[in-house]
């Protein structure tokens, strides 16, 4: 029997929305495009961003304690483990529909709640800079910087927001639960909103206040399976030069040499599309053989079969 060809896809926002409304509706979209690959014969492993859900589960947490301060502070590690189960619940949900509509009875949907190591010294926890959650007055902020030891950063004239530290995933704790359940044929959603950053001493895992770039994490979690493909949809078809110039110019094959070529010469913004670049190259560089694949979440069967997106291959 020919062997399945196994692909890690990120899912970005406009995979899930803004809003609870928003996501059912979304998640219908995104398990059609998801369903398109099964269809094609390939082991799916799915990894999505969370970046309004745990704002929302946080604004919600913090409101609570501001009506009534005897109720705990919920840490961030906390609100990403509940956004994991929200959107684990719906997106499963809508997996399992679309299969059974296309009749395909025989694949199973699992949401895995996982946490991914990362290493307390990392750099990027000396210069947070991942806004997270609502707007706050001044005065809101340095209560919360003195109450919580939160940082907190004035965000282009429009109030306070709460910054954390975006670190590098270095290890994923549940990996080889993932791995029996891809093996078994499950589809499996994992490392959701970049995992839950813990952190390990000894025997000892922590939850730390941080969010680790959900493009780095499918991208470890690509490597560690052993994928085929790793494929990041997001709100483009492909990648630009020159992005959003008169000069600007969609690529449809990258050598990871041109790729670094070009974040050297700034063609991608940092946050967006700098880190699904960068990703796409370590991944691509990993072992002979790999690609990854930079398209739109409609397009995903497309670009698979080849006729479009950006692909980045060594
Ligand atoms: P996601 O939620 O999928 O992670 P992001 O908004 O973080 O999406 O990143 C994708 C966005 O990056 C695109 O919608 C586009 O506006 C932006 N972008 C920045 N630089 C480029 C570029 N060089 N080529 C294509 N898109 C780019
Ligand atoms: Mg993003």
Known sequence: MKKKKRIVIALGGNALGNALSEQMDAVKTTSKAIVDLIEEDCEVIVV????????????ATSALKREDSTQPNIPLSVCVAMSQAYIGYDLQNALREELLDRGLCNTPVATMITQVLVDDKDPAFQSPSKPIGKFFSKSEA???EKSYGYTMQEDAGRGYRRVVASPKPTEIVELETIRSLVDSGEIVIACGGGGIPVTKSENHLSGVGAVIDKDFASELLAENLD?????ILTAVEKVAINFGKPEEKWLDNL???EARQYIDEKHFAPGSMLPKVEAAIKFAESKP???SLITLLEKAKDGILGNTGTRIEM
Do not use: K
């Open 289 to 291: 053989g790999r690609v």
């Open 48 to 59: 999505h961003g969370n970046g309004p859900q745990v704002g929302m589960i946080q604004n």
């Open 255 to 257: 050598s990871t040499d």
């Open 142 to 144: 340095d209560e919360l």
């Open 227 to 231: 994928a085929d493909f790793f494929i």
